[in-house]
């Protein structure tokens, strides 16, 4: 393989019923650090359908190229059907670099892609970085349970690629009158390539702001002692209304059966990055932090003083969530009028 003729790191856009996810803005923030490091440009593959109008939107996020899959056939997301689009996208504009999101997408997409191309995948990736040499990407994510930070790279094989969390990198400032090529493209797909059919789509979690979306998380731990404070009229429930936000859970919370493993943060969890984390009887163990440690401002209530979550926290209330939510939320209504 002439690694020479392979060129552009490319942001795998990933939309849904015709909205692009933050993800895909995250990545080409990032993602055009990397191509400015390697002397390189940055670029998006759109793929869907009726989403050419998307375009614009990428390019105002910092992608040079976008090249478009518009087809009916690719209207909702199947393994096989993409994967082959993005193989042949290699085979045709021979990228350098695939970034593409750890969503559940992102999960089963990237390593498809990466095994029929014989290439390397770095899933999960924390960190992205541009090795002494000037062309290799180095691509970091948590091992051996958080204890170690391990960087991985890709020094023979193209493309060089990796999964990247949501919320790990900031969104870039959109500029609308950034100016980029939008190059349209054919999906050649015969009936072969649908080895699975869309039936129907059944959307989980309800209609509630999503975790990894959300600007306020209030987290609830194994302190909460049950399902109530999670749910409607319960006290994480009700704090994370009047902010407009969303309610989330360290593992032992899901685990205990008290609220769907959709609302988990950390580690095995979701990773977000809210303007305001509020985690309450949460201990702070690694694997928790792992997943909300790039929020804004953290408040953590807890009644144990030593909790490692006070060395991380912007604000901390030592004392009963029990009392302490409840008289946040009423002053919060109150502020409000
Ligand atoms: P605890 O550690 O039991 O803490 C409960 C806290 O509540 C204590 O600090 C206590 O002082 C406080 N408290 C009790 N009652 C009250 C009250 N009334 N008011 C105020 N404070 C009170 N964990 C995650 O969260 N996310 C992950 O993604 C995740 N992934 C993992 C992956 C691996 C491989 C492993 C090994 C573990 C993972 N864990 C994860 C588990 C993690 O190690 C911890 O066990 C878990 O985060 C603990 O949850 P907790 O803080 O709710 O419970």
Known sequence: MDLAEYKGVYVIAEQ?????RNVSFELLGQGRKLADGIGDEVGA???GYNVKPLAQELIAHGAHKVYVYDDEKLANYNTTAYSKVLCDFFHEVKPN???VGATNIGRDLGPRVANSLKTGLTADCTGLSVDEDGKTIVWTRPALG???MAEIICPDNRPQMGTVRPNVFKKPEADPSATGEVIEMEAKLSDADFMTKFVELIKMGGEGVKIEEADVIVAGGRGMNGAEPFVG?????ELADVLGGAVGASRAAVDAGWIDALHQVGQTG???????????AISGAIQHLAGMTGSDCIIAIN???DAPIFKVCDY??????????PKLTAAIKAAKG
């Open 16 to 20: 849904f019923e015709g909205k692009l």
């Open 316 to 325: 901390g209330i030592v004392g009963d969530a029990f009392e302490v939510v």
């Open 97 to 99: 670099v695939f970034l």
């Open 270 to 280: 979701k990773t977000v990055g809210p303007k305001l984390y509020i985690a309450c």
């Open 45 to 47: 593959v759109l793929i």
């Open 303 to 305: 009644k144990d003083e």
């Open 146 to 148: 958080g204890n170690i």
């Open 233 to 237: 009229g319960g006290i994480l429930k």
